[in-house]
C-alpha cells in the first residue's frame, strides 16, 4: 500500500509561483508512474502532468503546458509540480497520484491506483 501526501498549496496573486510537493510512504513508488491532477469546485478530476519511471520525460495538457513541470526524486520518494504563470483558472484542489500498472503517458484517473488527500490552490486575479 502507498499513502501520498500533498503540501505546497496556497494562496498566490495570478503570474506567480508555486512549488507542489507529494511524498510516499508505505512503499516505494521507484517503478511507478506519478502525475498531477486537479480538480475545480463543480468540475471532473483534470490530468495536469505525468512522468515516466525513468523521470526523462514528462507530459502536459496544452492549459499548463510551458508554465507546469513535474519531476520525481526517486531517492526521496517524492514527486513535486512547479508551477509558473499562474492563471485563476488554475485555482483546483491538485492531487498526486500513482500508477502501478498504467502506461505512459497515464492521463486518465482510472489509470492510477494511489490518490493523495489534495492540496489547495487559489490563484487571486
Known amino acids: 500500500q502507498v499513502q501520498l501526501e500533498e503540501s505546497g498549496g496556497g494562496l498566490v496573486q495570478a503570474g506567480g509561483s508555486l512549488r507542489l510537493s507529494c511524498a510516499a510512504s508505505g512503499r516505494t513508488f521507484s517503478r511507478y508512474i506519478l502525475g498531477w491532477f486537479r480538480q475545480a469546485p463543480g468540475k471532473e478530476r483534470e490530468f495536469v502532468a505525468t512522468?515516466?519511471?525513468?523521470?526523462?520525460?514528462?507530459y502536459y495538457p496544452d492549459s499548463v503546458k510551458g508554465r507546469f513541470t513535474i519531476s520525481r526524486d526517486s531517492a526521496r520518494n517524492a514527486v513535486s509540480l512547479q508551477m509558473n504563470t499562474l492563471k485563476p483558472e488554475d485555482t483546483a484542489v491538485y492531487f498526486c497520484?500513482?500508477?502501478?500498472?498504467?502506461?505512459?503517458?497515464?492521463?486518465?484517473?482510472?489509470?492510477?491506483?494511489?490518490w493523495g488527500q489534495g492540496t489547495q490552490v487559489t490563484v487571486s486575479s
Open positions: 497520484a500513482a500508477s502501478r500498472d498504467g502506461r505512459y503517458p497515464a492521463v486518465y484517473v482510472d489509470e492510477y491506483d494511489y
Open positions: 512522468i515516466r519511471v525513468s523521470g526523462d520525460n514528462a
